[in-house]
C-alpha cells in the first residue's frame, strides 16, 4: 500500500510539473511576442521621426543668417558670430545688474519698515514711508524681471553665451 501511494504522489507531483512547465513556457511565448512587436514599431516610429532634416534646416538658417548678417557689415562671419556670443555675456551682466537693484530695494524696503514708526494719529513717519517706496519699486521690478525673463536669460548668458548668439541669429533670419 505504501508503494501504491506512493506511486500515485510521485504520478500527481510529476503531471503538476509538467503543468508549471506548460504555463511557464505558455508565458514566455507571451513575453517574447510582446518584445518582438515592441521591437518592430520601435523599428517603424525610428523611421518616421527623422531629426537630421531640422538640424540641417537650423544649420541652413544659421548659417545663411549669419553670412547675410556679415556680407551686410562688410566683416568676417567668425567676427559677427564672435561679437553675438560677447553681446550675450553683456546682456547676462546687465540683467543680473537689474536683479540686484531688485534685490538692494527689498532690503531697503525691510529695513525702513521695520525701523519705521507709525505716530499716535495713525500716520507713519519719514522711514516708514521710504520703506512703502521701496516696496512698490521692488512690486514694480520683479514684474519687470518676471515679464522679461531675465533670470534665465542671465543664466544662459553665463553658462552657455553660444546658444543665445544662435537663438538671435535665427530671429535675424526669420
Given at each position: 500500500m505504501?508503494?501504491?501511494?506512493?506511486?500515485?504522489?510521485?504520478?500527481?507531483?510529476?503531471?503538476?510539473?509538467?503543468?508549471?512547465?506548460?504555463?511557464?513556457?505558455?508565458?514566455?511565448?507571451?513575453?517574447?511576442?510582446?518584445?518582438?512587436?515592441?521591437?518592430?514599431?520601435?523599428?517603424?516610429?525610428?523611421?518616421?521621426?527623422?531629426?537630421s532634416s531640422n538640424f540641417r534646416k537650423i544649420y541652413t538658417d544659421v548659417t545663411s543668417g549669419i553670412t547675410a548678417l556679415a556680407s551686410g557689415l562688410k566683416v568676417g562671419a567668425e567676427h559677427v558670430y564672435g561679437v553675438l556670443v560677447k553681446q550675450q555675456i553683456v546682456v547676462a551682466i546687465t540683467d543680473t545688474i537689474w536683479i540686484l537693484i531688485w534685490i538692494t530695494c527689498i532690503a531697503v524696503c525691510w529695513s525702513n519698515l521695520k525701523k519705521g514708526n507709525i505716530d499716535n494719529d495713525g500716520e507713519p513717519d519719514g522711514r516708514a514711508w521710504l520703506g512703502i517706496a521701496f516696496g512698490i519699486v521692488s512690486i514694480v521690478l520683479l514684474i519687470i524681471i518676471a515679464l522679461t525673463g531675465m533670470i534665465p536669460e542671465a543664466v544662459m548668458g553665463y553658462c552657455n553665451p553660444e546658444y543665445g548668439a544662435i537663438e538671435q541669429i535665427i530671429k535675424m533670419v526669420k
Open positions: 505504501k508503494k501504491l501511494m506512493t506511486m500515485i504522489a510521485l504520478l500527481i507531483t510529476v503531471s503538476a510539473q509538467a503543468q508549471d512547465k506548460t504555463a511557464v513556457e505558455k508565458a514566455a511565448a507571451t513575453v517574447s511576442n510582446a518584445v518582438d512587436s515592441t521591437k518592430a514599431a520601435v523599428k517603424e516610429t525610428v523611421h518616421l521621426v527623422d531629426t
